[in-house]
């Protein structure tokens, strides 16, 4: 069974700055994207960032030069640098994995998240 633990969410002021990370754990053959997903009270779950084996990045144009993802490919973690935060950022963010397991002897796919963590930007 492979699971997301979320850590780095919390109370921060506008302007500041918070640091996710995400660690999987459990029988893992390899991860290919991961990402971090974001839904406030009221809306829909949206991709914030998300990032390729190879490094690849892609943002979405909301936090585009405010936050910056990136992996540990060795520790099957990924971060989330969070700067400049708003009010807006306010929300549970949580991981997301595409990881390779295996299944009796055929290597496949599966889909995980973590449990989220709160990020909360207030004065």
């Known amino acids: 069974q492979v699971q997301l633990v979320e850590s780095g969410g919390g109370l921060v002021q506008p302007g500041g700055s918070l640091r996710l990370s995400c660690a999987a754990s459990?029988?893992?053959?390899?991860?290919?994207?991961m990402g971090w997903y974001r839904q406030a009270p009221g809306k829909q779950r949206e991709l914030v960032a998300s990032?390729?084996?190879?490094?690849?990045?892609n943002y979405a144009d909301s936090v585009k030069g405010r936050f910056t993802i990136s992996r540990d490919n060795a520790k099957n973690t990924v971060y989330l640098q969070m700067n400049s935060l708003n009010p807006e950022d306010t929300a549970v963010y949580y991981c997301?994995?595409?990881?390779?397991?295996?299944?009796?002897?055929?290597?496949?796919?599966?889909?995980?998240w973590g449990q989220g963590t709160q990020v909360t930007v207030s004065s």
């Open positions: 997301n994995a595409d990881v390779r397991v295996l299944r009796g002897i055929v290597l496949d796919r599966s889909n995980y």
């Open positions: 459990g029988v893992i053959f390899g991860i290919n994207d």
């Open positions: 990032i390729s084996s190879g490094g690849t990045t």
